[in-house]
Nanobody, 123 residues
C-alpha cells in the first residue's frame, strides 16, 4: 500500500510559478518511478512529467517542456513539480501517481494516486 499526498496548488496569474509536492508513505519510495498527471474539467487525465526511481531519467509532455521541471528527494519521500511561465491552459487538478506496469503515459499503468491539488492560472 502507498499513500500519496499532493500540495502546493493555488491561484496564480499567467506567467507565474508554482511548486507542487507529493509526499509518499508506505512502500519504499526510492524504488519506483513517479509521475505527475493533470485533469482539466471535462477532459481525461493526461500525462505531464515522469521521473525514474533514481532521478536520472525524466520525460515531459511537449506543451510543458522548458517550463516544468520534475525532481525527487528520496530521503524525504517526495517528488516535486516546479512549474514556471504558467499559462491558463495549465489549469487543472494535478495528481501524482505511483507507477506499476505498462506505458508510463497512461493512467492505467499506475496503481496508487493522491487526492490531487488544484492549479488555476488566470489570464
Amino acid at each position: 500500500q502507498v499513500w500519496l499526498v499532493e500540495s502546493g496548488g493555488g491561484l496564480v496569474q499567467a506567467g507565474g510559478s508554482l511548486r507542487l509536492s507529493c509526499v509518499a508513505s508506505g512502500r519504499t519510495f526510492s524504488t519506483y518511478r513517479m509521475t505527475w498527471f493533470r485533469q482539466a474539467p471535462g477532459k481525461e487525465r493526461e500525462f505531464v512529467a515522469t521521473i525514474t526511481w533514481n532521478g536520472v531519467s525524466k520525460e515531459y509532455r511537449d506543451s510543458v517542456k522548458g517550463r516544468f521541471t520534475i525532481s525527487r528527494d528520496n530521503a524525504k519521500n517526495t517528488v516535486y513539480l516546479q512549474m514556471n511561465s504558467l499559462k491558463p491552459e495549465d489549469t487543472a487538478v494535478y495528481y501524482c501517481g505511483s507507477y506499476y506496469s505498462g506505458s508510463v503515459y497512461y493512467e492505467r499503468s499506475y496503481n496508487y494516486w493522491g487526492q490531487g491539488t488544484q492549479v488555476t492560472v488566470s489570464s
